[in-house]
């Protein structure tokens, strides 16, 4: 690894792999200023990616032990979610000598060699004046929560990580919107995808169908929304950010069980609130007053869409939520079929509302409705079967009266992590649409 750049509006990260130079670049709204501290560790986030198949970091800088012990944790974290959610479990992008026979936890829990020198942590202390970033994607979680944060009177920057792909598709409708009508709104455009794709293909274990075919889900790539919250530091920094808020819905956490005898989060570590926790202990190790959380674990995306479209309507009609947006006429499509529309389908259907607003063409919500009952969404199941329960006026699903009601749980949903600032004010709007609070009891929400 080469030491990282920094130059006004622009940052740029450069990496020898195999003898070849891959970089990445950042650019942002007006030139900013970042700690080399924080510019070298961004530098090895995105490397946490392929921790599974690196033998060996190399860096021409020092790192703090701070950082040092973060990107270890990390990286051994996301092994096992390589190793079993993809190599085990998604063994059609590897080749076949490279799945594992005999599978292991020590084998699971690797970490490459880091080669790099420490220094001391000289960052200055970082205190924040209460403001909040969101992380947007225009999908329903930041909306949403967009939505919730200004109602109670949050001082609220969106920001949005403009990939040199077609992802900008799904995002450019809320981002257009929200650029000409809120003036907090930022944004960072990155090559990272570039990135991406250039160190798949020296991955050896993948296998050609990976590095060609079309795919609603990365073949490696797991360490995604990290990259996108790292690199939005210089904004957190320069605007006096105190919370960073994720849009992280409810997930069950009695599917989160070990497999292959490892322990893993389902390829949706950085979406967790273990996350979350291990993100505010390291910030605050370094001295930075940033929180992460989000106000939306305790509900499904079920509940998510009753109040995105029944209260904040203008937002709701930006949704895109799909692997695949198009552009037809000048209006930007979901795609109808990939496993992101049929979640957004079902929830939107079993919420009794015309996925039409959101720019669903006729046939494909015709489709939905006579096949939803066969489709496989990536959905917790209690979920999945409630929401046909309610489409189908229980002929079909079971009824899981949970499914609509607050989540408190101490690992997996604590409504404690949300800022005191502004928690009762999101609660309280959560019980509007919910059905009263549930917990966890010998296996079964009560």
């Known amino acids: 690894m080469l030491e990282p750049e920094h130059r006004n509006d622009l940052i740029s990260l450069k990496y020898l792999v195999d003898g070849e130079e891959v970089s990445i670049a950042f650019k942002y709204d007006f030139p900013i200023s970042i700690d080399r501290q924080d510019i070298r560790l961004l530098s090895l986030i995105p490397l946490v990616n392929y921790s599974l198949f690196t033998e060996q970091i190399d860096a021409d800088f020092p790192i703090t032990q701070q950082d040092y012990d973060f ?44 080669n790099i020198g420490l220094e001391q942590n000289s960052r200055n202390a970082y205190k924040s004046d209460g403001s909040v970033a969101i992380m947007s994607s225009g999908g329903k979680d930041s909306l949403l929560t967009y939505g919730i944060m ?21 995002a450019s409708v809320a981002y257009d919107h929200f650029q000409a009508n809120h003036q907090n709104t930022l944004r960072i455009w990155t090559t990272i995808d570039r990135f991406y794709r250039k ?50 819905e409810f997930d069950d956490p009695r599917g989160f069980l070990p497999e292959f005898g490892v322990n893993h989060y389902y390829a949706i570590y950085d979406q967790t609130q273990t996350f979350d926790i291990a993100l505010n202990n390291y910030f605050k190790s370094i001295g930075y007053d940033i929180r ?37 006429g000048g209006q930007i499509i979901p795609c109808g079929r990939c496993t992101k529309c049929d ?31 066969e489709r496989k969404f990536r959905l917790d199941e209690d979920e999945r079967e409630h929401c046909k329960f ?44 919910t059905n009263g609070t549930t917990h966890l009891e010998n296996g079964l929400w009560v």
């Open 292 to 328: 992460f959380y989000s106000a939306l674990r305790n509900i499904t995306g079920l509940v998510e869409e009753k109040i995105l479209f029944n209260r904040y309507p203008e937002l709701a009609r930006l949704q895109r939520s799909c692997h695949s947006c198009h552009d037809e």
């Open 150 to 170: 200004k109602e109670v009177g949050a001082n609220v920057y969106p920001i949005f990580i403009n990939e040199s792909g077609g992802h900008w598709k799904t």
């Open 71 to 114: 990107i270890k944790q990390m990286m051994i974290i996301n092994s096992r979610e390589i190793y079993v959610n993809k190599l085990l479990k998604r063994g059609e992008f590897y080749r076949d000598e490279y799945i594992p026979v005999s599978p292991n936890v020590e084998e699971a829990s690797y970490s490459p060699l880091m």
């Open 343 to 373: 979640g957004i389908l079902l929830f939107l259907t079993a919420n009794s509302i015309d996925p039409k607003m959101i720019n669903y063409k006729e046939q494909d919500v015709l489709d939905f409705a006579k096949t939803y009952l």
């Open 199 to 248: 160190m798949n293909s020296k991955v050896k274990a993948l296998n050609d169908k990976a590095l060609t075919m079309w795919s609603d889900t990365y073949p490696v790539q797991l360490f995604i929304f990290p990259v996108y919250l790292f690199s939005s530091l210089p904004y957190y920094t320069r605007f006096g950010i105190s919370g960073v808020m994720k849009g992280d």
């Open 390 to 433: 309610l489409i189908s006026k229980g002929t079909d699903g079971k009824c899981k009266e949970h499914v609509e009601k607050i989540h408190e749980d101490p690992v997996f949903s604590d409504s404690r992590l949300i800022d005191e600032v502004w928690r009762e004010k999101i609660m309280g709007i959560l019980r509007e649409y």
